[in-house]
């Protein structure tokens, strides 16, 4: 499994480093999004950015689907349960085809426990995250939204590794891994390349 590279020299290597600890001298302000407004403003940026970068529109569309689904579930699952400073940060290096997105909140375990609460481990719920319709906000009926990453990603060559608690989910082409991790996330991390 390839490793994600993130330039520490540049702020989008803050983003994981405060997706860890929560250090609040971290994130800088041009990668925070307090608000799903502001997070949907920059999404609409990223998109125009892509379009210009990519030769193929199409795929800069679903790599903004799959930063909408992430992003809008920080948002969708976490009000009023933020483990310090609300929202989610959001980043990009276009010369790298690196994205990055975290959030400090509950975690997919906590949400997944909602629904089925005989989940005990960050893995299972990952994977009950990617793999099962199933929506956090019961009574809803919805649910597809990580399922739906993980085809775009699957079907586009687009790695992603996403970070809950002390469990990684890794997906490229036909490879879906769920492991335990080597950093431990409260909320969610996800680092997407293309």
Known sequence: MPKQQINKKNNIGDIEQWAIDGDKKYPKDKYYCPTRDIFQARLTGFLEGLRKKLTDDNRAFLLTAIVGEIGNNSFDHNLGKWLGAPGVCFGWESNNCLII????GQGVLTTIKKVRPKT??????????????????FPERRGNGLKFVRQVAQTNNIEISFYSGNALCFINNNEFTIKPAAKDVPGTLAIIKF
């Not at 997105?101 to 400090?104: H, I, K, S, Y």
């Open 101 to 104: 997105l975290a959030d400090r």
């Open 120 to 137: 005990n481990t960050n893995q299972e719920a990952l994977r009950t995250a990617f793999t099962k319709v199933l929506s956090g906000r």
